[in-house]
């Protein structure tokens, strides 16, 4: 295969189908199969990292990146493996009957008739027909695709599994060595197996013998496979042991439920083992810890949080074994309580670690993590060597010396690449093993074992941990080995003889150092997710193991101490707590260097493409923040926006996702590369119509295309063409000469797009006469169907319903903060009890909690009346609500009707409101206001099916 030489005059298709329609809805099925646990892409399996795209969105991607002019819906999803393969059209129709048809007991792949399409890779002719037209389009070569921010590597992998010659960097080593074994050994080096196989059996069997000793068993012929772990810390009142468990259950699923029962006697703690069953009255989940303290079972004080914090800081506390898993010499597994002769391996451990020199100083690098507030620093663990027991500790540097002793034999005995690729795929396969044998492991009692270090998404401490005996079988090294090497070969089945990518390990702000100007055609970017995900913090535990394997064998992946912090492209406010002052926040301080970060990529992606060549970035994001800050950057860049598909991507293990802020769906932003940069400003008011029309005509679409997203996606989705339109006219400015940012189009977008939305699902006439409060507590309802919405959207709707959500938040208690969303509130925490108001009892309801007092007999909103009405109902039945409705000559009021009916439109069916003002159009109340509700579906099932139903 040959690559384009940027010498080559440049040659780029006039349109690539990206820039055309697409078969979405199809792709966005196969994305959400490909998610499912079980049926990731191989080089997901190969080793976690932080963020993945499915399969599927990747390709259309990379295919529709480079594929010349438009491209017919069938073709294009057979060339993506999607469909069986005897239908030759309607393969997008098909896929979407398959996907609300039933499934049956088989499998995914037994119910759409076709195998996982990320198992399968198109043939040499598909290859070779795909190859001919790229060159026919591409000056008669084949165009080159970059990824500048490649994680682990699934976009360049698709590349080039489709023969398309690719550039991937990475900044980041963890996933730099992930992408070296998937995007370069694995097409170059090939098959490792069976000899990988043997070494690793070696290394086990080393590491098995050396770790023996500290897994001492009860029985011969036992194998401890994991154990239940927890801290037992002295009570501060009477001095007992408190284990600190909140659940004692060690397999709730097992047979008869295993657990463990302590005895509390004379201020210790011992375990029992129980099958829950055979001990009625026993309930497994009465246990000292309570959220984060903890009463004493012996004294019954409860020790505070804090203070139970600064102990464990402190090392005020010892490991305890409260549960142990085993399997017996016909391997039989069962539970038994941990005791004493656990305590004798942990010990037996803690004795060595102190002893040993090698181990003194084993891991301690220093552990950098600003951003989350439950970091391992607060629980005293300052080196990495600090997240693992001793025993844990031993067990790594075991494994590590037994891979050292393999080390030498494997350099001799194959030449340089095969030795090398050996060593880095046995590394992942310790790098993974460990894991799953950490203090940050949670023990889950669903299934009688650990999990892996990050399933919570942070590196919280873990009151009840695991201790995974990883020479073991079922879950330890072997296992893990397996998986990886397993990934690894099919990996290799999966490419076609060809030569890998070509990669870096550099700041993306500097890939013109490593690449020349002009050689790339395609670059296909997923950027770092603003502020949801610190990759670097997060992977120094699997850097600094790593690099205790191969740092003589990759000196330059491993040239720093910890991963590259400053030069990465998150917004990370804990990293500027120290210069942020009153003129710069830590937040402003945080989104200039993530937006500048960003330029500088772009910059470089725009120098490295040939003229004309063209840029699809995924883009997943709720927050405008970060839309406005990636955009931004991409159009100083000197990007125009060409197109804008809404994609669904959303991964599962995204890791650090805060709150809601990440979509469902993803946008695919293609941008091509400017020559000349237009200085031409255009004013504000002569494109904030064409903007609103833009967003407006994209939302109609995609509810006439029956395409399948959510409400807040569908306003998401509209962002796309609002760009477009802005990235047009830019730079944009307002009549004093202001630069208007891409934020003010956004704004716009989200009020055209509320507009359609309000119109299409929506049957209440009137709605615009209503107070701007009273409209933006409807469109909450009607948009995010739920009480709890994320702030930034909250606010956005306020802008579009003419209301500054945070004015009105003393005085009206409309919403109330949880976290990073607002909660709506109803009537019961608005209004005042009217029943203590007219017995003018002393506890009289303040007025500042409650700002609505229902006596009154005009509203400043209609919602206060509406509330207030329920609020009658409520407390004093139908009666009472009949004459305070007429005695505020309700009746015929048509904003009190247009309010009423609107919501009964939007709250949801189960919804208490909903439930009273059912009551309140129905009976004697019903029967005096007289509202008209032909155009309302009582009973609530039919509303917002539309969209509803497909979330
Ligand atoms: C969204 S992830 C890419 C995921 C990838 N598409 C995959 O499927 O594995 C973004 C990546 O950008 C990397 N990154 C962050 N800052 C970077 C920089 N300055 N240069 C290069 N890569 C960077 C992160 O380490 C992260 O792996």
């Not at 990669?503 to 603003?530: C, G, H, Q, R, T």
């Not at 003010?744 to 209440?764: D, I, N, Y």
């Amino acid at each position: 295969m040959s690559e384009k030489s940027f010498l080559d005059e440049a040659e780029v298709p006039e349109n690539v189908a990206i820039e055309s329609k697409l078969p979405l809805n199809a792709i966005d099925i196969e994305s959400q199969k490909d998610m499912e646990s079980g049926r990731y892409h191989a080089l997901r399996s190969l080793h976690k990292w932080f963020a993945a795209r499915p399969t599927p969105a990747v390709r259309l991607a990379v295919l529709a990146s480079v594929y010349p002019g438009e491209i017919d819906s069938d073709e294009l999803l057979r060339l993506m493996k999607i469909g069986p393969k005897e239908l030759d059209t309607g393969i997008a129709d098909y896929v979407e009957k398959k996907f609300t048809e039933k499934k049956g007991s088989g499998t995914l792949d037994d119910h759409y008739g076709y195998p996982n399409p990320n198992t399968q890779s198109p043939t040499d002719t598909e290859i070779e027909k795909l190859q001919s037209k790229l060159r026919e389009a591409w000056g008669g070569e084949l165009p080159t695709i970059l990824d500048p921010t490649a994680g682990r590597g699934i976009i360049p992998f698709e590349a080039i599994r489709y023969g398309i010659p690719a550039k991937a960097n990475e900044l980041n080593p963890v996933p730099a060595l992930i992408l070296k074994a998937g995007l370069e050994y694995a097409p170059e080096v090939g098959s490792l197996d069976p000899d990988i196989r043997e070494w690793r059996d070696k290394i086990l069997e080393t590491a098995r013998e050396n770790i023996e000793p500290y897994y001492p068993t009860e029985e011969p012929g036992r194998q401890i496979l994991n154990s239940a772990m927890t801290y037992i810390i002295q009570c501060d009142s009477c001095g007992g042991e408190i284990p600190l468990v909140s659940k004692w259950w060690l397999n709730k699923e097992s047979e008869g439920g295993d657990a463990v029962k302590p005895v509390y006697e004379d201020g210790t703690v011992e375990y029992t083992h129980v099958r829950v069953e055979n001990e009625p009255g026993y309930d497994p989940e009465e246990a000292p810890l309570r959220g984060r303290s903890a009463e004493c079972p012996h004294c019954d004080v409860v020790n505070e949080k804090e203070d139970i914090r600064q102990k464990i800081h402190d090392g005020e506390f010892e490991f305890s074994i409260y549960g142990v898993n085993y399997e017996t010499e016909n391997g039989d597994r069962a539970y038994r309580a941990g005791g004493e002769i656990d305590q004798k391996g942990m010990q037996k451990a803690a004795e060595r670690v102190e002893s040993d020199f090698d181990l003194l100083t084993f891991l301690s690098e220093p552990i950098d993590v600003s951003s989350r507030t439950n970091d391992p620093t607060s629980y005293g663990m300052d080196e990495w060597r600090d997240i693992f027991t001793p025993r844990q500790l031993v067990v790594q540097y075991e494994f590590l010396s037994a891979f050292n002793e393999e080390k030498s034999d494997i350099l001799a005995k194959y030449d340089s690449d095969t030795a090398e690729a050996m060593l880095t795929v046995l590394t992942l396969a310790a790098s993974r093993s460990m894991n799953y044998n950490t203090r940050l492991n949670q023990w889950r009692d669903l299934f009688g074992y650990g999990s892996h270090l990050f399933t919570d998404n942070n590196l919280s401490l873990k009151r009840m941990s695991v201790d995974n005996n990883l020479a073991a079988p079922r879950r330890g090294y072997r296992k893990h080995s397996d998986h990886v090497i397993d990934s690894y070969e099919k990996l290799v089945s999966y490419l076609p003889e060809s030569e890998g990518a070509d990669l870096a390990n550099i700041d993306a702000a500097d890939l013109s150092s490593k690449w020349e100007a002009e050689s790339v055609d395609a670059a296909i970017v997923d950027p770092p997710y603003y502020s949801s995900i610190m990759y670097a913090e997060l992977s120094d535990v699997f850097y600094v193991t790593q690099k205790e394997y191969l740092e003589d064998i990759h000196p330059d992946i491993y040239s720093s101490s910890l991963t590259d912090k400053d030069n990465e492209a998150v917004a990370n406010p804990y990293r500027f707590e120290e210069i942020a002052d009153d003129e710069q926040s830590k937040d402003d301080l945080a989104d200039q260097h993530y937006e500048s970060k960003m330029e500088e990529i772009f910059a470089e992606v725009q120098k490295l493409l040939s003229s004309g060549g063209v840029m699809t970035v995924m883009f997943t994001h709720r927050e405008m923040d970060a839309w406005d800050t990636l955009t931004s950057a991409l159009i100083s860049a000197g990007f125009t926006i060409t197109a804008t598909h809404p994609i669904k991507t959303e991964m599962s293990d995204r890791i650090g996702v805060q709150g809601k802020a990440s979509a469902d769906s993803s946008i695919f932003l293609v941008a091509r590369k400017q020559d000349t940069k237009s200085s031409e400003r255009t004013l504000w008011e002569d494109v904030q119509d064409g903007i609103r029309q833009a967003a407006r005509n994209q939302a109609e679409e995609i509810l006439d295309s029956g395409y399948n997203i959510s409400k807040t996606d569908t306003a998401i989705a509209a962002y796309g063409p609002t760009l477009q339109k802005y990235a047009e006219a830019f730079p944009v400015v307002n009549k004093k000469g202001e630069e208007i940012r891409p934020r003010e189009a956004l704004s716009q977008a989200r009020e055209a797009v509320t507009g359609v939305l309000a119109e299409r699902f929506l049957k209440t006439e009137g709605l615009e006469q209503l107070d701007s409060l009273t409209r933006w507590y409807i469109l909450s309802w009607l948009i995010y169907e739920n009480d709890t919405i994320p702030y930034d959207e909250a606010r956005q709707l306020g802008v579009a319903a003419n209301v500054d959500i945070d004015n009105i938040k003393r005085t009206t208690k409309i919403w109330g903060k949880s976290k990073k969303d607002i909660v709506l509130k109803d009537h019961n925490d608005r209004v005042q009890d009217i029943v203590l108001l007219k017995s003018d009892s002393a506890d009289n309801p303040s007025s500042r909690k409650y700002p609505v007092n229902p006596t009154d007999t005009r509203f400043t909103y209609t919602i206060d009346t509406v509330h207030t009405a329920i609020h009658v109902y409520e407390r004093e039945g139908p009666r009472s609500a009949w004459d305070w409705l007429s005695d505020r000559d309700l009746k015929s009021n048509q904003e009190f009707e247009a309010t009423v009916t609107a919501l009964l439109e939007v709250l949801p069916s189960d919804s208490d409101m909903r439930e009273t003002l059912v009551n309140l159009v129905s009976g004697e109340t019903g029967d005096y206001l007289d509202i008209n509700l032909d155009h309302i579906d009582m009973s609530g099932e039919e509303r917002q099916t539309e969209l509803g139903d497909h979330q």
